[in-house]
């Protein structure tokens, strides 16, 4: 096997080596600026996205309406029939090996439709003081309004829970009372306890009431919609890019993916929590001896979250499925292992090691450093995925983390000392840009920027 390679389930990497799909991406850019072109209020609100918040109006995008002239051009680039739910049969297009939007093939004399999915749809109706009615109510599994139309091109507005569908569907006061009850679940959950496992134990009670109670698909949303606010509330870098994007009305509709870093003990038991929420197992990352750690992929298809949870691993475990296998407490600690040894497991006390975000790349950089974040150097800068996080917020450690590890030999004492003054680095925002509906990750930068992230190197000299 290669130093760094990546598998899936069944031990085939080549499952998931992402292609590039320009062709693609081409095609439905292009209906996009004839929208944009058409429709005054989707050309500004476009401009207004990438001055203001630094994020690419494509990227926002849920669906667009294309005729079927044009289908026969899709399904040569890759998109294929998708099997949900539409108000008249109309047949919806997607590309299985892509991050891209989806289309409704509608009939040729139809208005042309965009479709952008902010993340709570009265946020944006608020933030634009529109005079518009939201089909569907809160909570339901499909909320859309209309936003402009001109010139035979329409801008709609979007807000799904678990739907990947287009019908709506009305929500009894009961189930309204289940959406409230499981969101509190997720958000009173403890993170504090006596050790991880009490902490994943009250986790799996609180996944067990909110399945019960919404189903899977809501559960799993509603589970990243706390995990966003618990992240954004320890990271100054996302509250600054939050208020941009609030300011517009668009939340964190952007998100890309979420990263948890884990134990060697609770890996497995964070593999399975994920997979009862619905998701599925894509990569599996080995970096190998020289980089020493490893990170498994999922997804949630219905939902369109994706979680990058990454864990230590020694060089003789480059053959291990680590998602199932139980990992045994090692001698030493890389560079996730201490971040959780410094700061507490991902999913619990610590929250999310960083969000990554789709931004026009240049602009969020240029932006944000003016509001004083400045970004660390790309760990990727290709054409087709620029990557970038921002500056490391340094936490302050707690005592007794900090005297266990100096007790077990994990750290020395000098970095006991440093870490005790200095605090250690936590969170960070992550700048994103991908092209060419590239759905993967640059394997072997990662392994830069985990250890160009590593706590012992970004202690201040003495």
């Known amino acids: 096997m290669s130093r760094f390679e990546n598998k899936s389930d069944s031990g085939a990497a080549e499952g998931f080596d992402w292609p590039l799909a320009f062709p693609a991406e081409d095609l439905l850019r292009q209906s996009l600026e004839r929208i944009l072109a058409r429709n005054r209020f989707a050309h500004e609100l476009a401009a207004r996205m990438r001055a203001e918040a630094g994020t690419d109006f494509f990227e926002w995008v849920d669906y667009l309406t294309m005729p079927e002239a044009e289908a026969d051009r899709l399904r040569e680039a890759g998109f294929e029939p998708d099997k949900v739910e539409t108000p008249n049969g109309e047949t919806v297009l997607f590309h299985p090996r892509a991050t891209l939007p989806r289309v409704v093939v509608a009939p040729g004399?139809?208005?042309?439709?965009?479709?952008?999915r902010p993340e709570y749809i009265a946020d944006f109706i608020g933030a634009h003081s529109l005079l518009t009615r939201i089909e569907g109510s809160p909570y339901s599994r499909l909320r859309r309004a209309l936003v402009s139309s001109e010139n035979g091109a329409r801008l709609e507005a979007v807000e799904r829970t678990g739907y990947r569908g287009f019908v709506p569907a009305p929500l009894h006061i009961a189930d309204l009372r289940s959406g409230m009850e499981a969101r509190e679940l997720w958000r009173t959950r403890r993170r504090r306890c006596?050790?991880?496992?009490?902490?994943?134990?009250?986790?799996?009670?609180?996944?067990s009431q909110a399945v019960k109670l919404v189903g899977q698909d809501a559960a799993c949303q509603f589970f990243f919609e706390e995990e966003r606010r618990y992240w954004e509330n320890r990271n100054r870098a996302a509250q600054i890019q939050k208020r941009r994007q609030d300011r517009l009305g668009l939340g964190w509709g952007n998100h890309d993916h979420h990263t948890f870093r884990c134990s060697r003990d609770h890996f497995v038991d964070m593999v399975e929590f994920f997979l009862r929420l619905g998701f599925v197992k894509r990569e599996r990352y080995y970096a190998g001896s020289e980089a020493g750690w490893g990170a498994q992929i999922m997804e949630q298809p219905n939902v369109g979250i994706v979680v990058f949870a990454d864990v230590d691993l020694m060089p003789e475990e480059t053959d291990v499925d680590f998602s199932t296998v139980r990992l045994t407490a090692a001698s030493r600690l890389g560079?996730?292992?201490?971040w959780v040894g410094l700061h507490g497991e991902s999913f619990l006390e610590a929250g999310m090691h960083h969000l990554e975000a789709r931004f026009e790349f240049d602009a969020l950089r240029d932006q944000l450093e003016q509001q004083g974040?400045?970004?660390?150097?790309?760990?990727s800068d290709f054409q087709f995925l620029r990557q970038a996080f921002s500056e490391g917020e340094r936490w302050p450690v707690d005592a007794g983390r900090l005297d266990n590890l100096r007790r077990a030999g994990l750290i020395t004492p000098e970095q006991f000392e440093k870490f005790s003054r200095e605090g250690a680095l936590g969170s960070h925002l992550e700048n994103l840009q991908r092209r060419g509906g590239f759905k993967g990750f640059n394997q072997k930068s990662v392994s830069v920027i985990i250890s160009a992230t590593d706590p012992r190197k970004n202690l201040q000299a003495a």
């Open 373 to 379: 974040v400045r970004m660390m150097k790309p760990f």
């Open 109 to 116: 004399d139809a208005d042309v439709v965009a479709a952008i």
């Open 335 to 338: 560079t996730v292992g201490l």
């Open 194 to 207: 006596g050790s991880a496992g009490e902490g994943f134990a009250a986790a799996n009670e609180a996944q």
